[in-house]
């Protein structure tokens, strides 16, 4: 495709369960990130990767979040033990190189509800 | 600190008016984005700016970089620009610090 594509664009879960968000970069797009929206705010930086590395995990929320990167292409966002307070749309967006002088494209997004 | 602020927080206007959302920022900055978000969620890139002035369409980005200040202008305004702005800056790094985004409102 030509944009970011992510999935599931919704997902419900319980307390305590284990989730995975998907993302898939622009093809050619060396650098991806993972933003986090939780309703009514703005948007929290998670984590980004350069090519398959990942130099800068200080907005990871806790020790529950992990996320990858294969192949410099689609990466999983992972939540452990999900809490109420992880309720938010997680974003991503993949651009030609890390550079701030590059465009972000964005994908649509993962609203994900935790009851 | 890392600052970003934006203002205004809300501002609603006519169709066809001259619109100016502003972002201001703490330190020296390496790039600054500006983003569009609709009522949906989409997000969208309208510009990144290190310096000087960019536009595109009716939309005009200008950065001055001594006064760490940023504006985003909207000529002849429509219902259809009505989203949130959202100013974010890379100070330095990799990672973006958002803005807490103008939400516009252009009423016909």
């Known amino acids: 495709g030509a944009g970011v594509s992510q999935s599931p664009s919704n997902k419900v879960t319980e307390k305590g369960k284990d989730v995975e968000l998907r993302c898939d970069p622009i093809?050619?797009?060396?650098?991806l990130y993972w933003y986090r929206q939780r309703l009514g705010q703005g948007l929290e930086f998670l984590i980004y990767f350069q090519g398959n590395s990942a130099p800068d995990k200080s907005g990871l929320p806790s020790d529950r979040f992990s996320a990858e990167r294969t192949g410099e292409s689609v990466s999983t966002l992972t939540i452990q033990r999900t809490q109420q307070e992880d309720s938010a749309v997680y974003l991503c967006?993949?651009?030609?190189?890390?550079?701030?002088?590059?465009?972000?494209?964005f994908g649509p997004g993962t609203r994900l509800t935790v009851l | 600190k890392n600052e970003v602020e934006q203002s205004p927080q809300n501002l609603t206007a006519q169709e066809g008016e001259f619109i100016t959302i502003n972002c201001s920022y703490s330190v020296g900055i390496s790039a600054l984005h500006w983003l569009q978000q609709h009522p949906g969620g989409g997000i969208v890139s309208l510009f990144m700016?290190?310096?000087g002035k960019k536009k595109h369409g009716r939309l005009i980005a200008t950065i001055n970089i001594q006064e760490k200040h940023s504006s985003l202008h909207i000529t002849a305004s429509h219902p259809r620009d009505s989203a949130v702005y959202i100013c974010?800056?890379?100070?330095?790094?990799?990672?973006?610090?958002f803005g807490t985004g103008t939400r516009l409102t252009i009423i016909p």
């Open positions: 093809s050619g797009h060396t650098a």
């Open positions: 700016l290190s310096s």
């Open positions: 974010a800056v890379h100070f330095g790094n990799e990672k973006l610090t």
């Open positions: 967006a993949s651009s030609l190189a890390t550079s701030g002088l590059y465009e972000q494209f």
